[in-house]
C-alpha cells in the first residue's frame, strides 16, 4: 500500500524520447502518479521529481538520453531523477551512475514508478529495477490522454522478430498484447473526454493477437464500431502484416484514415535477407501498389535505414532505385547505427561515415521531391482537418484525413474539431488553408 502523504505538494516534470508508444506511457504514467498526489509542473514549476522515458533505437538516441539527464541534474540540483524506457532497460547500469540518478525502471516497470518512488522518498536509496528481457511477460494498458489532439493507444508491445541491426526485443521483450475488450473500453473512454482521433501504436502492432484466436484485423473492425472516435490511424505496421483484405476493408470503413507508414528498411534483397526482414521487395510493391488501387489519395509514409552493415556502393543503388520507383508519401530516413549485441555486427562490409552521410542525404532528397508531389496534387482540393489545439503567430494546424498538415488562421472554436479545409498553397512542409463554410 502507497503512503500517498508522503507524496504531498511532490511535483513532477516529465520528459518523452522517442516513438508514439513512448508518449502514451508517459501520458500514463503522469496519471497514474497523479492519482498518488504527484502533481504534473505547470510552467515555471520547480520539479521535486524529473521523469525521462527513454530510447535507445541508436547511438544519438543514447548520447541524447544521457545529456538530457546531466542537463536536468544540473538544472534542478535537488530533483529525483527517475530514468525508464528503453536506455534504461538496456543500460541500467551506465544510467544509475549518471548524476541525481534515483530510480532506474526497465520497461516491464513502468507501472510500479509510484512505489519506487515512495521508496526513494522514504529511504533515499537509488534503486534499479529491470526485469531480464527474456523474462518481461506482462502487458501494461497505456493511452495519452489530455496531452494532445489525438489520443495514442498501446494495443501491443515486444516483438518476435529479432531482426539483426534491432535492439527491440532485448528492450521490450517478446510480443504480447491488449484483448480487444479492454482496448474497445479505453477508445470508448477517450471519446467520453472528448478525443476526436486515435492512433493505434505498439511495436509490432501487425501481431496483436499471437498466440490466441483474435488479430489485429478483429481489433480494427471493432475499434471503428467505437461511437465518439471520429479517426483512426494505424502506426507503423509490418509490410507482411498488412493484408490485402485489411487495405480493402480500411478504404471502406468507417473512421480509419487513408494513412499507412510501412517500415521498408532497404530497397535491397540482399541486405533485406542481411536485416532478417520478413519479406522481399516484390511484397512491398505489392503493397504499396494494393493502397494506391483502394485509395489513390492515401499517405504512405516509410522507413529506411541508409549505410547498413553490408551495403556496398551497388546495392545501395539497388534500394536508391527502387526506393524512387515506388508511389509512395515520405520517406523516414535513418543512417544505421551499430548497436552491442545484434547479429549486424557480425555482417562484413562497413560503410564509412562519409557514404553513409552522402547516402542519408541523397534518400532525403528523394522523400522531400516525393512529399511535393503527393501533397501538391491536392491544392484546391477541399478535405476535412482535425484542428488542433496549439495557436501560434495567429495561425492553428492541423492534419487532412490523409495526413497533410495544414495551417489555418486562428479560432478557438475550431480546437478539436473536424472542419472542411479548402487547401490553397503548399509551402515544402505545410499546406496553407481556408475554411469553408
Known amino acids: 500500500m502507497i503512503d500517498h502523504t508522503i507524496f504531498s505538494s511532490h511535483k513532477a516534470l516529465f520528459h518523452t524520447f522517442g516513438c508514439k508508444l513512448n508518449f502514451a506511457e508517459t501520458s500514463t504514467v503522469a496519471r497514474t502518479l497523479a492519482e498518488h498526489g504527484i502533481m504534473r509542473c505547470q510552467r515555471g514549476d520547480v520539479p521535486d521529481i524529473v521523469v525521462i522515458n527513454t530510447c535507445s533505437v541508436t547511438e544519438l538516441a543514447d548520447k541524447k538520453c544521457r545529456q538530457t539527464i546531466r542537463s536536468y541534474a544540473r538544472r534542478y540540483p535537488d530533483a529525483a531523477i ?157 509490410p507482411d502484416l498488412l493484408t490485402d483484405e485489411m487495405i480493402e476493408w480500411v478504404a471502406q470503413s468507417r473512421a480509419f484514415m487513408p494513412h499507412f507508414h510501412i517500415p521498408l528498411q532497404s530497397g535491397s534483397d540482399t541486405i533485406l535477407e542481411l536485416m532478417r526482414r520478413h519479406y522481399r521487395t516484390d511484397l512491398f510493391r505489392h503493397k504499396v501498389e494494393a493502397i494506391r488501387e483502394a485509395m489513390p489519395h492515401a499517405f504512405i509514409g516509410v522507413d529506411l535505414i541508409v549505410g547498413a552493415r553490408g551495403e556496398t556502393a551497388d546495392l545501395y543503388e539497388q534500394s536508391r532505385d527502387f526506393v524512387e520507383s515506388l508511389d509512395i508519401s515520405r520517406l523516414h530516413v535513418f543512417p544505421y547505427s551499430e548497436r552491442p549485441g545484434t547479429r549486424a555486427l557480425n555482417i562484413d562490409h562497413i560503410v564509412d561515415q562519409h557514404d553513409k552521410h552522402l547516402r542519408t542525404r541523397e534518400m532525403i532528397a528523394i522523400s522531400e521531391r516525393k512529399l511535393d508531389a503527393f501533397a501538391s496534387q491536392f491544392v484546391g482540393d477541399v478535405r476535412p482537418v482535425l484542428v488542433e489545439h496549439r495557436d501560434k503567430d495567429g495561425m492553428m494546424s492541423g492534419f487532412t484525413d490523409n495526413y497533410i498538415r495544414v495551417q489555418i488562421p486562428a479560432d478557438s472554436s475550431l480546437a478539436n474539431t473536424v472542419v472542411p479545409v479548402r487547401l490553397t498553397q503548399w509551402q515544402g512542409e505545410l499546406m496553407k488553408g481556408e475554411i469553408v463554410s
Open 82 to 238: 527517475v530514468v525508464t524506457g528503453c536506455y534504461a532497460q538496456l543500460k541500467s547500469s551506465e544510467v544509475a551512475a549518471l548524476p541525481s540518478v534515483a530510480v532506474v525502471a526497465g520497461n516491464d516497470r513502468k507501472g510500479e514508478l509510484a512505489a519506487y518512488i515512495e521508496q526513494w522518498l522514504a529511504t533515499r536509496h537509488p534503486a534499479t529495477m529491470v526485469t531480464p528481457h527474456k523474462d518481461i511477460r506482462t502487458f501494461t494498458p497505456s493511452c495519452s490522454r489530455g496531452d494532445r489532439t489525438r489520443y495514442f493507444l498501446k494495443v501491443q508491445d515486444g516483438c518476435d522478430y529479432f531482426c539483426s541491426y534491432c535492439t527491440i526485443p532485448m528492450a521490450r521483450g517478446r510480443s504480447r498484447s491488449d484483448t480487444i475488450d479492454n482496448l474497445v473500453e479505453q477508445a470508448c473512454q477517450a471519446a467520453k473526454e472528448g478525443g476526436k482521433e486515435i492512433v493505434i501504436t505498439g511495436v509490432n502492432i501487425g501481431d496483436f493477437g499471437k498466440g490466441r484466436s483474435d488479430t489485429f484485423f478483429d481489433l480494427i473492425r471493432a475499434l471503428d464500431q467505437v461511437d465518439g472516435i471520429e479517426r483512426y490511424r494505424i502506426s507503423s505496421i509490418e
